[in-house]
């Protein structure tokens, strides 16, 4: 399925108050997991109050032990400093990464921001070389501002 296609949906969750945020953010990962063949793990990071660290939220995909993520340590880590998008097409080839599974190849990782600050992130690692585009890029960053209207 496109990523355009999975906009109308992303809104739909999003706007399912009935739902918990938490409950809205797994069905998020659950759909993207599902619906986009090289998103092989989806989950959601966020800061945790004012420590410089970032906590595991929803997710889907293979049982991770990275819980807890340092900020500057790994992608995560430098993207909760950066405040940017980063892509990673080959993560053998990255230095500062934190190897969550053999099978991966490759990540993206997009900030969440409230108000202006960087409050999370969504994570999607892929078992495919350097799959994301820049289309990939602009639909995560869709999916964050919905996504942000219920962190606010």
């Keep these: 399925m496109s990523l355009e296609k999975l906009k109308p949906q992303i809104e739909t969750i999003v706007a399912n108050s009935e739902k918990t945020v938490d409950e809205r953010l797994l069905a998020i990962c659950e ?67 934190i190897a969550c599974s053999i099978t991966v190849k490759s990540e993206i990782v997009v900030p969440i921001f409230v108000n202006g600050e960087n409050i999370g992130q969504i994570d999607i690692d892929s078992n495919t070389i350097d799959p994301f585009t820049e289309k990939d890029e602009r639909f995560l960053e869709f999916v964050n501002k919905k996504v942000a209207q219920i962190l606010s």
């Excluded at 993520?69 to 995560?76: L, S």
């Design 31 to 97: 759909l993207l997991e599902n619906h986009v063949e090289y998103y092989n793990w989806v989950g959601f990071y966020f800061r945790n109050g004012t420590k410089e660290e970032l906590h595991l939220g929803p997710y889907v995909g293979a049982p991770t032990d990275h819980t807890v993520i340092p900020f500057g340590k790994g992608i995560c880590g430098q993207v909760a400093v950066s405040n940017q998008n980063f892509v990673v097409p080959d993560v053998s080839a990255q230095d500062n990464y």
